[in-house]
């Protein structure tokens, strides 16, 4: 049984459907990557499973019970939390404050504050401005807040949009250098991602997306030996071994 | 020296008031970047309710709260009825729908209690007393009192709670608030009932000073509490006081500079000078991101 099951979801904004019938899943402890140029749809299929917009037709089923329509609220109380795309940190609030925020839905308050204190330990970046305003943080600390903040919610699966958004180099490696932890760690995640190396360097299976339709979809690695997928979303002469993309997406040190 | 003491008092009176109503817009704006059109209309009408009850010999305590809690409970249903089923359309139309409900609530206060301008029970004595060989009025002192009292409760309550911090992110970013699992449908009536509460507590003691209340004190009072709101910054819960006060201030002193005639023209002038010269605001905390 899947984590999360999406089973020919049609979904969009008022009348206009934007993803259409899409089937889509991510096993426990999976990393799986939505793929696709600007305006396909992966945010639309994400905002779908968190609740903010309707489903419009097909089900959602998350450790087999369908979730399709639920409130974001009880979504994120079941385990699925999304992190939004431009990192929408709360700009006049604490660091700490923040992190307080993501674990909204929990009940054991005092196991928050410990939480708190984990992840400042773990993001060293953040623990060295917990008192700021997030807002006075750079993008790349605020992207790492965000993903902390929503890891705050104890997820049982993450999905993360577009966290490469607007982000120096440095601050990209950074970054996915953090989500490749979290997989090593068995977290479930699924990455939606324009910067198709990086996220495939990062999770096991990808979708690949084209106007609301999945055009595409295997293992990481068979996507990268296929020819028209490598010459669509990699250019053609880049490439190389998945070892290879795994290096030069994460560094030299993993 | 009296005289600009006694004006000074008489200022920052008038401008806790202008601070207490200016809460309601500001945090309101800071969730819809709307301003809340029947806010004024719901003050009013908390204002004549709380006449009528100290006419018919409700102790004035207990009328002023239940005035209070009624501007709390008409801001939520505004919220319901006007806000909340346009709350994603184009801006306009919930700025038309607010403008609709305002009206509505206007129309019944103005058929209940007439269009005429009431006079108001002083539920504040105006005594004075000596202080140094200076005369101090007692009834802008107790004004200044009590609105410093309920925007620190009011402070205390969003700082110190759960329900407070969510409503903090709420303001700040609701589409992210929506996401923490923070439950929007529940935070942003209680914004209104904070801003509908204050707002009444507000209009009470305005027309406490004045002694007068009519219809369309909303409009005036709407005027000056969005300038004090801009003055110290939409959204900003305690730029929103601090600009009340600094209007209250510059209203007083503008009577004795260019005369009372011209007093109401000052937040106006606020107005046009803040969007020229800091449109954020001078406490403005709109803090931008880099990358
Ligand atoms: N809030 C919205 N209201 C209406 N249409 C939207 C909204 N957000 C996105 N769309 C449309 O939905 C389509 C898919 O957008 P999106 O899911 O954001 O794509 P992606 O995340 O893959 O870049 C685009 O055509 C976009 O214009
Ligand atoms: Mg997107």
């Known amino acids: 049984m899947s984590l999360l099951e999406i089973r020919d979801v049609t979904c969009g904004y008022g009348h206009r459907m934007v993803i259409d019938s899409m089937s889509v899943t991510v096993d426990e402890g999976e990393g799986v990557s939505l793929l696709g140029h600007n305006g396909t749809g992966k945010s639309t299929l994400i905002r779908a499973i968190s609740g903010v917009i309707p489903v419009k037709s097909g089900a959602i089923l998350f450790e087999g019970k369908p979730v399709a329509n639920l409130t974001p609220d009880a979504l994120v109380k079941r385990g699925i939390v999304h992190v939004p795309a431009g990192r929408r940190v709360f700009p006049n609030m604490s660091v700490e404050h923040n992190l307080e925020a993501g674990a909204f839905t929990r009940t054991d308050r005092q196991e928050v504050w410990h939480d708190v204190e984990a992840m400042m330990e773990r993001f060293p970046i953040l623990g060295e401005r917990r008192k700021s305003a997030a807002g006075l943080l750079s993008g790349g600390e605020q992207q790492v807040l965000a993903v902390a903040r929503g890891l705050m919610a104890r997820p049982k699966l993450l999905m993360v949009d577009e966290p490469s958004l607007g982000l120096s180099p440095t601050m990209v490696q950074f970054v996915f250098g953090i989500l490749a932890e979290l997989r090593k760690d068995g977290t479930s995640v699924m990455l939606a991602e324009q910067n198709v190396r990086k996220a495939l360097a990062v999770t096991d299976r990808a979708y690949v997306l084209a106007q609301g339709r999945v055009i595409m979809d295997g293992p990481s690695e068979s996507l990268l030996s296929s020819e028209a997928f490598r010459e669509d979303y990699l250019g053609a002469k880049r490439g190389g071994s998945f070892g290879e993309l795994v290096e030069e997406a994460l560094g030299t040190q993993s | ?291």
């Open chain 2, 1 to 291: 020296m009296a005289y600009v003491i006694e004006q000074l008092i008489n200022g920052l009176a008038v401008g806790s008031v202008y601070a207490l109503i200016a809460v309601g817009y500001s945090m309101v704006y800071s969730i819809l970047y709307l301003i809340n059109f029947a806010h004024g209309d719901v003050i009013t009408f908390g204002a004549f309710t709380a006449l009528t009850m100290l006419v018919i010999g409700v102790p004035i305590p207990v009328a002023l709260f239940l005035a209070c809690v009624l501007g709390a409970a008409l801001g939520m249903t505004v919220e319901r009825i006007a806000y909340r089923p346009v709350r994603y359309a184009n801006r306009i139309v919930p700025m038309i729908s607010a403008l609709g409900a305002g009206l509505v609530i206007a129309s019944t206060a103005q058929a209940i209690w007439g269009p005429e301008v009431h006079a108001f029970p002083q539920v504040i004595p105006r005594w004075s007393f000596e202080l140094f060989g200076q005369l101090i009025p007692f009834q802008p002192l107790i004004i200044i009192a009590i609105a410093v009292v309920l925007v620190t409760i009011a402070t205390i309550l969003l700082d110190y709670t759960r329900l407070g911090r969510a409503t903090k992110c709420v303001c700040q970013d609701i589409h992210a608030a929506q996401l923490m699992g923070i439950p929007i449908n529940t935070i942003v009536p209680l914004v209104y009932a904070i801003g509908g509460f204050l707002g009444v507590a507000g209009a009470v003691l305005y027309v406490t000073y004045f002694n007068a209340v009519y219809i369309q004190m909303g409009l005036l009072a709407t005027f000056k509490a969005w300038s004090a709101a801009m003055l110290g910054g939409v959204g900003n819960f305690h730029g929103a006081f601090v600009g009340g006060l600094l209007l209250g201030i510059a209203e007083a002193f503008s009577v004795v500079v260019v005369g009372s005639a011209f007093k109401d023209g000052v937040s106006l002038v606020f107005i046009v000078l803040i969007l020229l010269l800091k449109p954020d605001g001078l406490f403005g905390e709109r803090t931008t991101a880099r990358s």
